[in-house]
């Protein structure tokens, strides 16, 4: 089970692609997958569908924005980078996210019933 795949928590992808937009800078969709791949060590996996629909919802709330340009493999793709507004909202999830995990952490350290 150690080997398994993790499902990305749902909400928490958004999260994830904020955060690497934010300290990497503009990426285009394979590479800020491939990116997150490489930080999870390969826990999360994430397939196209799972992070162009992402990407499509997060430039529809205005968090990131879109614009066409070439990949390093010299093939058009469309390349993402956060905006204003995705900072504050990456702020604020960053803090819920903090907070959550740590009442998370905390309920699994109580010890059982005797």
Known sequence: MANAKSDVLQGTLDLMV??????????????????IEQVSEDVL??????IYAALLRLVQKGWIKSAWGVSES?????FYSI??????QLDT?????ARIS???GRLLELSPRS
């Not at 010299?74 to 469309?78: E, G, L, S």
């Not at 905006?83 to 504050?88: A, C, E, P």
């Open 45 to 50: 996996r994430l397939n196209q569908g799972t």
């Open 83 to 88: 905006t204003r507004s995705g900072r504050k």
């Open 18 to 35: 904020l955060k690497t937009l934010d300290a990497m800078g503009g990426m285009h969709g394979y590479g800020i997958a491939r990116r």
């Open 74 to 78: 010299n093939r058009k793709a469309k």
């Open 102 to 104: 740590s009442v998370i």
């Open 93 to 97: 999830e960053a803090k819920n996210w």
